[in-house]
């Protein structure tokens, strides 16, 4: 199964973008990458996901590289809201069932 | 409202008094999916259901049970709890396509003592 890779926390101040890494070196064409964020205290919400081209919605956006063997998500200007454990995952036709998630980067926001 | 609810919340109780935590989802989703979340450690699965009477395991299935006999629900059981299940739980469920979201419900924390 494809493996994803992010750092274990980042910091930011609020009102500041944030761009959170992931690297999918082993990514298959057919994999698409989800990112899902968990706020304190809860489950995993839906952020954003993508296979090719970069997307936007309201929460944020999907930078994929062009191999994509990495990409960035990107918070424009981030609130105290912000402040959680954000994941990237693949979800391919070998793995789009059986799939659990890393830990995680832990973004902090500084008032 | 769309939604995945999980119970009960939170839940105390002895090694070997079997449980069950219900999950049931509105959304008519065919997959439905069981996590353990411990510090550390991420979201690592338990069981999967692809629809209706169809389950399977995922990373971490020893000393769980599943059952899917309506699609809205898919309560996770265990026969006879003991301390290393204490966790945080949650279930979640989607349409069956690759670009489906999952949706995740607030989570059961549970201690087995």
């Known amino acids: 199964d494809a493996k994803t890779t992010q750092p274990n926390s980042m910091e930011s101040n609020e009102e500041e973008p944030v761009h959170l890494p992931c690297n999918h070196s082993?990514?298959?064409?057919?994999?698409?990458i989800h990112w899902y964020r968990q706020l304190p205290s809860q489950g995993p919400e839906y952020v954003i996901h993508?296979?090719?081209s970069n997307v936007n919605n309201r929460m944020a956006s999907l930078a994929i590289a062009e191999d994509r063997k990495s990409s960035t998500l990107i918070l424009h200007r981030a609130t105290l809201r912000d402040a959680a454990v954000y994941y990237c995952?693949?979800?391919?036709?070998?793995?789009?069932?059986?799939?659990?998630f890393g830990a995680g980067t832990t973004v902090t926001v500084r008032a | 409202e769309a939604q995945v609810t999980q119970n009960p919340r939170y839940l105390i109780t002895v090694t070997g008094k079997k449980l069950t935590v219900t999950c049931s989802q509105n959304m008519n989703h065919e997959y439905m999916s069981w996590y353990r979340q411990d510090p550390g450690l991420g979201l690592r699965q338990i069981y999967y259901s692809m629809n209706v009477e169809v389950t399977d395991k995922g990373d971490v299935p020893e000393g769980y049970k599943v059952s899917r006999k309506e699609k809205r629900n898919f309560p996770l059981i265990l026969e006879s709890p003991s301390p290393n299940q204490t966790s945080l739980y949650f279930c979640a469920s989607r349409y069956s396509t690759r670009d489906s979201p999952l949706h995740f419900g607030n989570g059961t924390r549970l201690t087995v003592t």
């Open positions: 995952i693949l979800r391919g036709l070998q793995s789009d069932y059986k799939l659990s």
């Open positions: 993508g296979l090719t």
């Open positions: 082993t990514i298959s064409g057919t994999d698409y």
